[in-house]
């Protein structure tokens, strides 16, 4: 098995900044694809960012040019930085990955962290 774990959530002030870290143990993967989902109180979970190995980015509308994500492949960890926080920001947000598992030979999709709250408020 694989277990992502979420870290660098809290609280913080709108306009403020926070960073997000999401490292896989366990088996060894080779993740095509990691990222960030989210999901605030009575909505729908939904993308945040996204990045495969070969550097494409996905990244939604309401994040564009405040969010930025980056990967270690090598270490499979990735980061959400998070810049000019406001309120609607607030949720859990869960990383994601999706990659093959190389002692079975496995493709496996949407592996789930256990999330991490941000709170934006003042």
């Known amino acids: 098995q694989v277990q992502l774990v979420e870290s660098g959530g809290g609280f913080v002030q709108p306009g403020g900044s926070l960073r997000l870290s999401c490292t896989a143990s366990g088996d060894p993967f080779n993740f095509y694809v990691m990222g960030w989902f989210r999901q605030a109180p009575g909505k729908q979970r939904e993308l945040v960012a996204t990045l495969t190995t070969d550097n494409f980015r996905n990244i939604a509308d309401s994040v564009k040019g405040r969010f930025s994500i980056s990967r270690d492949i090598a270490k499979n960890t990735v980061t959400l930085d998070m810049n000019s926080l406001k309120p609607e920001d607030t949720a859990v947000y869960y990383c994601?990955?999706?990659?093959?598992?190389?002692?079975?030979?496995?493709?496996?999709?949407?592996?789930w962290g256990q999330g991490t709250q941000v709170t934006v408020s003042s």
């Open positions: 994601n990955a999706n990659g093959m598992a190389v002692d079975r030979g496995e493709y496996v999709q949407d592996i």
